[in-house]
């Protein structure tokens, strides 16, 4: 297909998962122990989130689970258009979570639950 719409017989591209959401209670700690895991420094840390970028990953901690309410790690599927993914996803079974909303810099990111009600997150760069 030349066109660069997608169609419903041509599913949108996922580019895997490279970011993974924790929730922690004590910030502080958990950054001390990650940057432990990881071997490195965090590339964002702010009194609302501390990100971390290890081997092609971004790990993040998000105090008190942030806005999202996050009460457990979530991973990001990376896609290259998020409307048609979510379409996607919700013809196949998933509901919406959080519908995809822009957290800065162009980022998009929603979740969706499966039919066991486990969280995936999606999200798309601009």
């Known amino acids: 297909m030349t ?4 169609s419903s017989s041509t599913p949108s591209t996922t580019l895997g998962i490279k970011t993974v959401l924790h929730p922690v209670s004590d910030l502080a700690k958990a950054k001390a122990v ?11 840390d702010e009194s ?9 990953q971004h790990i993040g901690l998000v105090p008190g689970g942030g806005p999202q309410g996050l009460t457990s790690p979530v991973a990001y599927w990376h896609v290259t258009d998020i409307e048609a993914k979510l379409a996607e996803l919700t ?5 919406v979570k959080d519908a995809a909303s822009d957290v800065g810099g162009g980022r998009l990111v929603a979740t969706v639950t499966d039919p066991d009600g486990n969280v995936l997150g999606i999200l798309q760069d601009r």
């Open 34 to 44: 990650y940057a432990a895991l990881l071997g490195t420094q965090p590339s964002t």
């Open 91 to 95: 013809a196949a079974g998933a509901i």
């Open 48 to 56: 609302y989130y501390v990100g971390f970028e290890a081997a092609g």
């Open 3 to 6: 066109s660069s719409s997608t």
